[in-house]
């Protein structure tokens, strides 16, 4: 029930997609200043390049050896992280030294996942001993696993450096704003009909085999062309649907840093489609309409 609930929701989001990509001047800004960050960093990556470029030959010639392994965070981090620092000095700004901290907790997590991938190239490096092959593609799975797409907040909120307050607080923007969504098809058109319910009635008939997607993609259709009765902007129910969405990301950008806004969106683009279990405002109008179509259809 939980999963066609989620699927439910996602039909109520899925075409409005275009307008999570703006990006607010926050954003641009942030990216503006990591630019600059990075250009001012070239002259020690210059000094520190042949080293570098011999060091990563030794690891692709290991790697090569057994397989795809990547090591994901390792070495870049690291030397990122010591250029941050080295830096540091010359730019004590708050956003200077919130990024450093942020690099830190993300070497130190990337140095406790990939300890045994790193036993296993050290055993290469010295010549002796196997390669535990088990292994190396136990935590190969894992990396590919924790960046694969996923619908679960939980799961790609795990992703993130972030805290439990910081969480809690992602997850109640995405429960505010699926609420929002929910209210605006809620209103009612000029003639009186009910977007929310016909929108969950389109897919219940579509999983059931009753209906047709061409059924939604029409409802999907008359949501950019039905304006909204009583709007002070005069917007329809689409382009209201997309000023939540904007403001959902807006929020959400501020409490995160650009690097775990990518991750986020590499989870699934849509931040208000996440699946967020319990407390979906969903929840009670799919109830009452999976009932009133097994109820039609026994």
Known sequence: ???????????????????????SDEIASLQASVATQRRQLEDS??????????????????????????????????????ELEANAGKDDSAETQKRVAELERQVDAARKETATVQDELAKVAAGGGEINEEKVAELTARKIAESAPTKDLKQAMDRLSISQAEKDMIRQEILDAKKGILETLEVPTADGRNMAEELIDTILRVQGGKGENAEFMKLVGELSLQKIPGDAQGRSYWDAINDVKKRNRENISRILTPEDQAKLDKAHQDWTDFEVGDGDPWGPLYMERLEKYQAANK
Do not use: N, W
Not at 9 to 22: I, N, S
Not at 77 to 82: K, T
């Open 1 to 23: 029930m939980t999963r066609m609930l989620a699927l439910a929701a996602a039909g109520a989001a899925m075409l409005f997609v275009p307008g999570c990509k703006d990006q």
């Open 45 to 82: 990556e210059k000094q520190r390049h042949d080293e570098s470029k011999r060091l990563q030959d030794e690891i692709d010639a290991l790697r090569g050896q057994i397989g795809p392994v990547k090591l994901e965070g390792e070495k870049p981090l690291a030397d990122r992280l010591a």
